[in-house]
T-cell receptor
């Protein structure tokens, strides 16, 4: 099946720093989704991107749908301790009779106060 | 707000037991999904359903079955639990595809199943 490479796998950053993570694929997607998962909880949708080149913000979070439709990035500005968690990207391809959501393996973010 | 609930947060079962995991969503979504999540392997799709009584195999259906008798409820069944089915199980729902939008999946809080 389709595969997503998400990087980095983990990050340790100082509170107040900006964070950047990305996902790449050899396949094209129609939609990119970014989720955050806190320990013991299910993933929560942060941002959805529907068009190549689209740049969308949600508070301190900004995500972009790559122009080639094969990649996406998520930036977090001025990180705070509650940003801790695992961030997942997911790419969706939907075509005739086909609907497949593929997840990256996650970026584990630790914020040092 | 979309709400997806799962019947148990934590479950401990013995090898060979039949296990039922229940998921309910309150947003009238057509699509429902079951995943398992394991360290280093990420989220893997077990089964999904587009409609009542419809089901499709995902990437790892072996050892599992599902039931969707009502639109809001999607059950995952482990016919004979084994230790390699110890995992975090996540249910999700999403509205039907329409005009290129509404592809988001909304997740429940998860059930951490331990099989001993």
């Amino acid at each position: 099946g389709q595969q997503l490479n998400q990087s980095p796998q983990s990050m340790f950053i100082q509170e107040g720093e900006d964070v950047s993570m990305n996902c790449t694929s050899s396949s094209i997607f129609n939609t990119w989704l970014w989720y955050k998962q806190e320990p013991g909880e299910g993933p929560v949708l942060l941002i959805a991107l529907y068009k190549a080149g689209e740049l969308t913000s949600n508070g301190r979070l900004t995500a972009q749908f790559g122009i080639t439709r094969k990649d996406s990035f998520l930036n977090i500005s001025a990180s705070i301790p509650s940003d801790v968690g695992i961030y997942f990207c997911a790419g969706l391809y939907s075509g005739a009779g086909s609907y497949q959501l593929t997840f990256g393996k996650g970026t584990k973010l630790s914020v040092i106060p | 707000d979309v709400k997806v609930t799962q019947s148990s947060r934590y479950l401990v079962k013995r090898t060979g037991e039949k296990v039922f995991l229940e998921c309910v969503q309150d947003m009238d979504h057509e699509n429902m999904f079951w995943y398992r999540q394991d360290p280093g392997l990420g989220l893997r799709l077990i089964y999904f359903s587009y409609d009542v009584k419809m089901k499709e195999k995902g990437d790892i259906p072996e050892g599992y079955s599902v039931s969707r008798e009502k639109k809001e409820r999607f059950s995952l069944i482990l016919e004979s639990a084994s230790t390699n089915q110890t995992s975090m199980y996540l249910c999700a729902s999403s509205p039907i595809l329409a005009g290129g939008k509404s592809y988001e999946q909304y997740f429940g809080p998860g059930t951490r199943l331990t099989v001993t």
